[in-house]
């Protein structure tokens, strides 16, 4: 059995992140030999279609089960007709997450966990140049498609109170790393003025 799970980094220490079809990487693995395989994302910074493609390309590995933060109708609907489960809710370690489906704490998630376009657009650092771009706009971006105020999209009956606790902390951390990010990125400049 193979499952994939939407990562920041591609090893087993990374947090599982809140996107799935924009995530930068996968880690995929076989929760028995704990054989391990990291894949990047392609498709993270699609202009659209992203959770679509995102799930075909995951589909092709011969995944059986995704674990991620969150996912929208279009990866949903395509992961389901592929035969997978989808697991959602979940933040944390890569690692912690495994053990978690191997003690068997996750459940199937019925529908998907937010409305179309979630990990898009608005969000803070959206190709904002922050980052290791050498100031020619080429930086890291940091977006999680979540700016200021914007919650995610989900019909109130689309998470369970748990699942929902989860996914804003997973937002919290987010916006927080991000907000160390930017302010780390200030402190550069106002040196270097």
């Given at each position: 059995?193979?499952?994939a799970?939407s ?11 809140p996107r ?7 880690v ?13 994302n392609?498709n993270?910074?699609a202009a659209?279609g ?8 995951i ?8 674990i991620?933060?969150?996912?929208g109708?279009n990866a949903y609907?395509t992961?389901s007709a592929a035969g997978?489960q989808?697991?959602t809710?979940?933040s944390?370690?890569?690692k ?9 704490r996750?459940?199937?998630?019925a529908?998907?966990?937010?409305g179309s376009?979630?990990?898009?657009g608005?969000?803070m650092?959206?190709g904002?140049?922050?980052g ?8 890291r971006?940091?977006g ?6 914007i ?9 369970s ?20 990010e930017?302010?780390r990125?200030?402190?550069e400049?106002?040196k270097?003025?």
């Open positions: 059995m193979k499952i799970l990562a920041t980094a591609p090893n087993l220490d990374a947090e599982v992140d799935f079809g924009r995530c930068q990487y996968f995929i693995v076989d929760p028995q030999s704990m054989e391990l395989d990291a894949v990047d392609s993270a910074m659209g992203a959770g679509i493609s995102t799930a075909q390309m589909a092709s590995k011969g995944v059986e089960v995704v991620t933060g969150n996912c109708p609907q992961l997978i989808v697991v809710g979940v944390g370690s890569i912690d997450a495994i053990e978690a489906f191997k003690a068997g996750f459940k199937s998630s529908q998907p966990s937010v376009h979630y990990g898009m608005g969000g650092g959206s904002m140049g922050m290791r771009g050498m100031g020619r706009g080429m930086g971006g940091m999680m498609g979540m700016g200021p105020g919650m995610p999209q989900a019909a109130p009956s689309a998470m109170a748990e699942q929902e606790i989860e996914a804003l902390k997973s937002q919290a951390q987010t916006l927080g790393q991000q907000l160390n930017i302010q990125r200030l402190e400049l106002e270097g003025r």
